[in-house]
């Protein structure tokens, strides 16, 4: 089944503790990107990877890293969470045309409670 | 201006009725657009891409207006089940090829 999985789903942690959230896609995508979702402000771009090597910034990069060793992996790094990174994460994939992006395909979401 | 604004509703519609959203983009570089379904704390689903002969898949039907820089997405005969948030989504093309959603309009179909 084509899908993308995030782990982990749900994670409660507290002020400067490092975590990482995993994304996985199995579609050979060569599009994948962060996003966070938080009440009246919608989702926001953290950061995408055209391709594996290739990383850049979203709109709200700040406090977070990203990596694209492999084609199907794009974990999402916070170094030092702080309270203003608890929300809902999104990871999703897509692949490009010569033209434009097609479809995302997005994870089902880690809820991430920063203490 | 915003680059991809729409209205935040709710929209409370009784079922069965027809019901219509606007979403204005601004940039006129913006090359592929698509209507997504979020239903509450769920990831977002496509619904349908929208181009520029205008697309209908059942019930629902997608426009674009290039000249005004908007699209539209027509829901005919609602159910209960088309209760969700519906984003809006654009591709801007240039070197970074940009992809940027919508805040969503929220949709409650009445029984």
């Known amino acids: 089944e084509a899908q993308v999985t995030q782990n982990p789903r749900y994670l409660i942690t507290v002020t400067g503790k490092k975590l990482t959230v995993t994304c996985s896609q199995n579609m050979n995508h060569e599009y994948m990107s962060w996003y966070r979702q938080d009440p009246g402000l919608g989702l926001r771009q953290i950061y995408y990877?055209?391709?594996?090597?290739?990383?850049d910034k979203g709109d709200v990069p700040e406090g977070y890293k990203v990596s694209r060793k492999e084609k199907r992996n794009f974990p999402l790094i916070l170094e030092s969470p702080s309270p203003n990174q608890t929300s809902l994460y999104f990871c999703a994939s897509s692949q490009p045309t010569t033209i434009s992006l097609n479809e995302q395909f997005f994870g089902p979401g880690t809820r991430l409670t920063v203490l | 201006r915003k680059e991809v604004e729409q209205d935040p509703g709710p929209f409370n519609v009784p079922e069965g009725a027809t019901v219509a959203f606007n979403c204005t983009y601004s940039n006129s570089a913006s090359q592929s657009f698509f209507w997504y379904r979020q239903d509450c704390r769920k990831e977002p689903k496509l619904l349908m891409s929208?181009?520029?002969s205008g697309n209908e898949d059942g019930r629902f039907t997608a426009q674009l207006n290039r000249a005004s820089q908007y699209i539209s997405l027509l829901i005919r005969d609602s159910k209960l089940s088309d209760s969700a948030t519906y984003l809006c989504v654009v591709n801007v093309l240039n070197r970074d090829d940009k992809i940027i959603f919508g805040k969503g309009t929220r949709l409650h179909i009445l029984p």
């Open positions: 990877s055209m391709n594996v090597e290739v990383t």
């Open positions: 929208v181009y520029s």
